[in-house]
């Protein structure tokens, strides 16, 4: 599975932006999609992900109501919509693929295929 984010861009504090993570080279049907995020000199961070086969969703703490995952399985495309955004959530995001085995358990890690990121910068 190739995957490419996109939608990433410099956005005022409280605004809102809508990334997109497209794949390729299979059908993300059957596949949890993630998204994390990674700030300079930290680690990756786990922002959600929604269920292959089931559609449920799972956020971290720090963006639940705020940010909604989607997905369009014709378009075999993700998306991240993030409003009420603030400078803490500016970094490099990427969406990950990882092959569905419980579609109730939507996991937070071990992501076995990755896109190169787009960055979102927020300011205040």
């Known amino acids: 599975v190739q995957l490419q984010a996109s939608g990433g861009g410099l956005v005022q504090a409280g605004g809102s932006l809508r990334l997109s993570c497209a794949a390729s080279?299979?059908?993300?049907?059957?596949?949890?999609m993630g998204w994390f995020r990674q700030i300079p000199g930290k680690e990756r961070e786990f922002v959600g992900a929604?269920?292959?086969?089931?559609?449920?969703?799972r956020y971290a703490d720090s963006v639940q109501d705020r940010f909604t995952i989607s997905r369009d399985n014709a378009k075999n495309t993700v998306y991240l919509q993030m409003n009420s955004l603030t400078p803490e959530d500016t970094a490099l995001y990427y969406c990950?693929?990882?092959?569905?085995?419980?579609?109730?358990?939507?996991?937070?890690?071990?992501?076995?295929?990755w896109g190169q990121g787009t960055l979102v910068t927020v300011s205040s």
């Open positions: 990950g693929a990882r092959r569905t085995i419980n579609p109730n358990y939507i996991p937070t890690a071990e992501y076995a295929y």
């Open positions: 929604i269920s292959g086969r089931g559609g449920g969703t």
């Open positions: 080279g299979r059908a993300i049907g059957s596949y949890h």
